[in-house]
């Protein structure tokens, strides 16, 4: 069960709030409109599966900020139908990141355009800023998202979109619909605890265009930190480390 959940409501403001061990989805968002979330504290353990902290799905102008997130799952997880998010001073870790997606769940879906998410640290989690989607047919987009002013420490995976998500053991092995486009990286540091730092697997007919990398500086830890890149197009502004794959 969820811990708390808005549906179907407008003009919804959450302040100073504490979740602890949600069996679940700790705060969930949907079909909502004008929300603020602030301050609130969220934890659950870090092998405890599905416990993402905050889920967004159908919902426009929503805004979360100044508050720490400790979970099994995504900190913030932005799904289909989300338009107009603002997602700042985020302390995420442990757990897998924030995510938008998984999209591409459906043939007819709609989207998710103009995401912020800005000056936020990520610790020790399995993801740091990702974009996902099933490899199987869609209408499904992601666009105008712009993730700035992120420290990374030691997370596994700090820059990632995946177009071929699939958690489970029958995954679809096909081509993914979801078409990603103006995905801005800027001012991002830090280290990462696997050597590819930025791994961008974009979808062979739907390749991700117009991704920008600025100002990007992530080490690893053990060696020298790569970049991978398929069926991705886009430039580079000022230095970018590891070395761009664009």
Request: hydrophobic share 35%.
């Amino acid at each position: 069960m969820q811990s708390i959940s808005f549906s179907w409501s407008n003009n919804v403001v959450v302040n100073g709030l504490t979740s602890l061990n949600s069996q679940t989805v700790h705060i969930a968002i949907d079909h909502c409109n004008n929300v603020v979330i602030q301050d609130v504290k969220i934890r659950a353990p870090s092998g405890s599966p599905n416990t993402d902290g905050i889920n967004v799905q159908f919902s426009n102008g929503v805004t979360i900020s100044h508050s720490t997130i400790m979970t099994g799952d995504d900190c913030i997880s932005i799904n289909q139908g989300c338009t107009n998010l603002w997602i700042e001073q985020i302390a995420c870790g442990p757990g897998h990141g924030i995510s938008i997606g998984s999209l591409g769940t459906n043939v007819n879906e709609i989207g998710v355009q103009n995401v912020t998410v800005t000056d936020s640290v990520f610790t020790k989690t399995e993801n740091g800023v990702r974009i996902k989607s099933w490899a199987q047919p869609s209408n499904g987009y992601a666009r105008n998202i712009v993730f700035r002013n992120i420290i990374m420490h030691n997370v596994y995976n700090p820059i990632i979109i995946d177009q071929r998500y699939c958690p489970g053991r029958q995954c679809p092995h096909q081509s993914s619909g979801v078409k990603i486009s103006r995905v801005s990286y800027e001012h991002i540091r830090g280290t990462s605890a696997s050597p590819i730092a930025i791994n961008l697997d974009c979808s062979q007919s739907n390749p991700c265009l117009g991704i920008k990398f600025e100002d990007i500086n992530l080490t690893y830890l053990k060696g020298s930190a790569k970049s991978s890149c398929t069926n991705a197009a886009g430039n580079n502004i000022g230095v970018v480390i590891p070395r761009s794959c664009l």
